[in-house]
């Protein structure tokens, strides 16, 4: 055990570190947001990729898989072809515009490509990251307390807390250089955990086929079992079943657009970096997201073959299935691994929490600064004291992420996706459209951003029991968040595109776009 402290210890601080040569080099606003856009491929695909995972990834996903088996691997899919097409589609133009328009932030982008000078657009975009963001950083802090509840059975709240002093203090101090270069540093962490600990895992139970065939053999009560477990479609091939599919796949939606992941490309040098930092970014995803879901399917296996569903509950502090699960990864590394490799994937899993959490903190509190002091306000300030008032508003996020995350039955994979969906639908439909097409409006905007806002919340709030929705809407709705991103997502698409084409686009936007396609370079050739 005190090998594993002393490794969790040296990493927090390097972590502390960051943040203090960061603060160094914060000049003014630019700087403390998009790192002056001065930023390369490594830096740029490493950290949207490992923002765009978090303590999902390895305590969320690797509890699906434990729980699902060969059905996660729908989300591995949907997470693919969402960052593929983000980084081949969506990242040049969009580089192309920001710079345009002397963008630092994605609200600073929609507001001054729609000509929105009554700052609609800024203000419900910071209520929307405001409510999501916050859940999102909870979830994160939930994850922080599972895992060291898991690794160093650490009372919930103490794991909580500290993951809250970290994370803010090197935020708060370093801004997003300092959160860019932890992510660098955090992204090689979880690729490294996510291929080690399956391989050793499978080691372990004598091979690929001995697992599958243990898999088909699997019971544990409350849980998918045997067969279903190898059935990506869990035996379900009914409508609801196969909507129960899409849904997952829809995940990969949020790539294409989350305010959280593309202020990383207003941070880059030039639009030749996003080119080569596509290859990269897409080979991490396949990477992680497979070897979580591979994690969880080798750990039910273990689990079941060392009779420790007991042990995970004892790690988790709780007799809910739904959130023992997820400590999967900490009762591999415990079982696996010597303990100063134990130490190591503690930082990884720390990694996975932090690498977003800090990214999250950093958005809101553009939001809330740039968007609604700055520029809906119009209140002057200089530079320090935007910092500081930035700096204020992280802190406080902290404290309302921190009173969220107290429960240590939380699910993270159930809180992460009620806030990926709500900014999913949000932003991106308005946000794709607003690249390829010209006739977009500010009306269209606002409307499709309400829609995608409010179905989020209505339809993750459990209303399974009233009558009519049961009786008309769909017999098969629970109220989960992944069943949400369809009709939020799409509805939100649909009712921009009609709403734009009864009002009036922006003059320039025409040559404006012309022009940003003239310089969006060919990552093919």
Same mark, same amino acid.
């Given at each position: ?228 477990? #190898?059935?990506?479609? %869990?035996? &379900?091939?009914? /409508? ?5 599919? $899409?849904?997952?796949?829809?995940? *990969? @939606? ?122 809906? #306000?119009?209140?002057? %300030?200089? &530079?320090?004291? /935007? ?5 204020? $508003?992280?802190?406080?996020?902290? *404290? @309302? ?125």
């Amino acid at each position: 055990m005190s090998m594993r402290i002393g490794i969790t210890v040296l990493y927090f601080l390097l972590l502390f570190g960051l943040g203090l040569w960061a603060s160094r080099r914060v000049r003014n606003m630019k700087d403390y947001y998009v790192a002056g856009k001065g930023l390369g491929y490594w830096l740029v695909s490493f950290s949207s990729r490992a923002t765009g995972e978090s303590g999902w990834l390895l305590l969320g996903l690797t509890g699906f898989g434990f729980a699902f088996g060969m059905h996660g691997f729908w989300v591995v899919l949907g997470e693919m072809m969402g960052v593929t097409l983000c980084w081949v589609f969506l990242t040049q133009r969009f580089k192309v515009l920001t710079d345009h328009y002397d963008c630092i932030t994605v609200t600073d982008y929609l507001s001054d490509r729609l000509g929105d000078s009554k700052h609609v657009i800024r203000l419900l975009a910071t209520l929307a990251l405001v409510v999501f963001i916050t859940a999102y950083v909870a979830a994160q802090f939930t994850a922080c307390g599972k895992a060291f509840s898991g690794f160093f059975e650490i009372e919930h709240i103490y794991g909580v807390l500290i993951g809250v002093v970290i994370v803010g203090f090197y935020t708060i101090a370093g801004g997003f250089l300092a959160v860019v270069w932890s992510d660098l540093i955090q992204g090689l962490l979880m690729l490294l955990g996510l291929v080690a600990i399956p391989v050793v895992a499978l080691i372990t139970i004598g091979g690929p086929a001995e697992m599958i065939s243990a898999l088909g053999q699997s019971h544990t009560d409350g849980l998918t079992n045997g067969a279903s477990l #190898l059935d990506p479609w %869990m035996g &379900d091939s009914s /409508a609801v079943g196969i909507m129960g599919v $899409v849904s997952l796949v829809a995940i *990969g @939606l949020g790539f294409l657009g989350s305010p959280q992941l593309f202020v990383r490309f207003i941070s880059v040098k030039n639009v030749e970096e996003l080119g080569k930092g596509s290859l990269v970014a897409t080979l991490f995803t396949l990477i992680t997201d497979a070897g979580a879901v591979l994690t969880g399917m080798c750990g039910r296996v273990l689990v079941e073959q060392n009779g420790a569903m007991g042990t995970l509950k004892e790690m988790a502090g709780t007799n809910e299935i739904a959130s023992a699960k997820e400590q999967i990864l900490p009762y591999l590394s415990n079982l696996l691994f010597p303990e100063i490799l134990t130490g190591v994937l503690v930082a990884i899993v720390l990694a996975a929490i932090m690498s977003t959490a800090d990214s999250l903190l950093i958005l809101v509190s553009s939001a809330v600064v740039r968007d609604v002091w700055q520029r809906t #306000l119009g209140v002057q %300030m200089s &530079d320090t004291q /935007a910092r500081n008032r930035a700096r204020l $508003v992280t802190a406080s996020v902290c *404290g @309302l992420a921190f009173a969220l995350a107290l429960d240590p039955d939380g699910v993270v994979f159930s809180l992460v996706l009620f806030a990926w969906t709500g900014i999913t639908a949000t932003f991106c439909p308005v946000l794709i459209l607003s690249l390829f097409w010209s006739g977009l409006t500010r009306a269209g905007a606002v409307v499709g951003m309400c829609w995608g806002m409010t179905m989020s919340i209505i339809w993750t709030v459990p209303v399974n029991d009233i009558p009519w929705v049961k009786t008309y809407l769909w017999s098969g709705f629970s109220g989960s968040a992944e069943e949400a991103m369809i009709p939020a997502f799409f509805g939100a698409l649909i009712l921009t595109r009609i709403v734009s084409l009864l009002t009036t686009p922006p003059p320039e936007a025409r040559a404006v776009l012309a022009q940003a396609e003239s310089q969006v370079v060919d990552i093919w050739r």
